[in-house]
């Protein structure tokens, strides 16, 4: 039996809180969010806090900075693609955002910091849950990231 596979998106805000940290994939050849899969008895900040150390180097250990802001069912049927997907928040400070390295560069072509314009630009060069989070939730501005709080 096939069953949905469930992910960790992280919106990781930089300090001046007016971009967040994408990086391009290289498998998909699309932007996508800092994260990966929830592993088995890991809670979503543990997951996260792995995710963000694994992927990018940032290292922020501390569970208050961190907060699951949405969960959502994403599914397309077309591509046999079904996640159920659990976005969570951090907000970084200089000295986080200077961690920032590349640690996968066999899954990730580069991170970089993009503004709600940047996301729009690129819309269709997305990862499929992030536009569908984008749309669903009506995200019309960095500060709809910022103050997101569905949970």
């Known amino acids: 039996m096939n069953r949905p596979g469930v992910g960790i998106g992280?919106?990781?805000?930089n300090s001046t809180e007016t971009k967040i940290l994408i990086g391009k994939r290289i498998k998909e050849k699309l932007w996508g969010l800092p994260g990966g899969k929830l592993e088995h008895g890991e809670e979503f900040i543990q997951s996260s806090i792995r995710e963000m150390k694994?992927?990018?180097?940032?290292?922020?250990n501390d569970e208050s900075k961190w907060s699951?802001?949405?969960?959502?069912?994403?599914?397309?049927?077309?591509?046999?693609?079904?996640?159920?997907?659990?976005?969570?928040?951090v907000f970084l400070n200089e000295d986080e955002e200077a961690q920032l390295y590349n640690n996968e560069?066999?899954?990730?072509?580069?991170w970089e910091w993009f503004s709600y314009d940047d996301l729009i630009q690129n819309y269709d060069l997305l990862f499929y849950p992030l536009k569908i989070f984008l749309t669903?939730?009506?995200i019309q501005s960095m500060n709809d990231i910022i103050s997101l709080n569905t949970v």
């Not at 992280?10 to 805000?13: E, K, T």
């Open 10 to 13: 992280i919106f990781a805000v």
């Open 54 to 60: 694994e992927e990018t180097n940032i290292e922020i």
């Open 68 to 89: 699951v802001i949405c969960t959502f069912n994403c599914v397309e049927k077309e591509k046999l693609y079904h996640w159920f997907d659990v976005y969570v928040r």
């Open 105 to 110: 560069p066999d899954k990730c072509e580069k």
């Open 136 to 138: 669903r939730y009506k």
